[in-house]
């Protein structure tokens, strides 16, 4: 079957009642759109949000940060993989596909093989050049998402959620918000990579992945046209792995350079810690991004509408902080 555009999956697509229970909202949209210049209005500022576009500019600001290049024959072959070897697979079935992939995709092609050695190569050397400095693991994205979904389809997951479970008493396990959070803490664990195979077992199942590729490949198409010179720009993003307590995370939406709104990132989950100091760290945050964030992205003409994720991350030192107001 050919693969559709997502422009054609756009006009193609019918509403209908949903069973799942929750969704992902930073997923690309794929309704409301009526013609095909709304459909590249979106595709432009969903690059513009990119992170090549923000990170020099809050380098002192966010996490340290590395690229190793994705070209667009990258691109295209992440898409077929997904497409041939993962969409509308249950998640069950999911890491048995896991196992084969590479084998299956490169069999009987020298081609795809001289490919998959090239882009592990690629990012080996990058790896390492990056664990050189930060031993602790990586997280690695690409320049609009992470593969935030493929953590469930690993078989170590289960097993880092009971691990984190045992911390908690026997009656404190039946608790469902304590579940709740252990699944969160297991599945942003899982986001920890230390080589190659990591990244790429967590890419090319990925429907982010597969969407924000597929978003991409079909701008660079559309500009193209008009710009025969014009570079494909994604690219992996390495950056050090760093525990994040799964109530300390916040997202802000920004419209004027002004923050409007925050909101608890991991919002299934109840923390007593958060609900006792929301107001210390709506103050801490909002100061934060007015005296360190805003003045950066407004002298450097950055979109002036937009969302942006916070987080307090040194854990020794996080409920210091909220007491103090710092």
């Known amino acids: 079957m050919a693969q559709q555009s997502l422009a054609e999956q756009l006009q193609n697509i019918k509403l209908k009642p949903s069973k799942d229970k929750t969704k992902d909202f930073s997923d690309p949209k794929l309704a409301g759109f009526t013609t095909t210049s709304e459909i590249e209005t979106y595709q432009n500022n969903a690059l513009k949000a990119n992170i090549e576009e923000w990170q020099t500019i809050l380098q002192n600001e966010t996490f340290p940060t590395s690229y190793c290049p994705i070209s667009y024959e990258d691109a295209t072959y992440f898409l077929e993989i997904y497409d041939v070897y993962f969409k509308n697979l249950q998640p069950e079935h999911i890491w048995e596909r896991l196992l084969n992939w590479r084998q299956n ?143 300390m995370e916040y997202r802000g939406f920004v419209y004027d350079y002004k923050l409007t709104a925050l909101s608890q990132y991991n919002y299934l989950l109840y923390s007593k810690r958060l609900n006792e100091n929301k107001e210390k760290i709506e103050k801490f945050i909002l100061q934060y991004y007015i005296t360190r964030v805003k003045p950066k992205l407004e002298s450097n003409n950055y979109l002036k509408h937009f969302i942006i994720d916070f987080a307090l991350c040194e854990k020794k030192n996080i409920d210091k902080n909220i007491e103090n107001g710092e």
Do not use: H
């Not at 982010?208 to 590729?213: A, E, L, S, T």
């Not at 079909?218 to 799964?246: M, W």
């Open 105 to 247: 995709f490169t069999d009987k092609s020298s081609n795809k093989l001289d490919w998959l050695n090239g882009i592990c190569l690629r990012l080996d050397n990058s790896v390492n050049e990056f664990k050189q400095s930060f031993t602790n693991g990586l997280f690695v994205k690409t320049s609009s998402r992470s593969a935030k979904d493929a953590p469930v389809y690993q078989k170590k997951f289960m097993d880092s959620y009971k691990q984190e479970l045992s911390k908690y008493s026997v009656e404190e396990q039946k608790i469902e918000n304590n579940q709740i959070i252990c699944l969160l803490t297991a599945a942003f664990n899982g986001l920890k990579v230390n080589n190659v195979d990591d990244i790429l077992n967590q890419f090319v199942c990925s429907e982010r992945i597969y969407q924000d590729m597929l978003l991409a490949t079909e701008a660079y198409d559309r500009r193209k046209s008009v710009d025969v010179n014009l570079e494909f720009r994604e690219n992996f993003v390495l950056r050090p792995f760093i525990q994040i307590d799964v109530d």
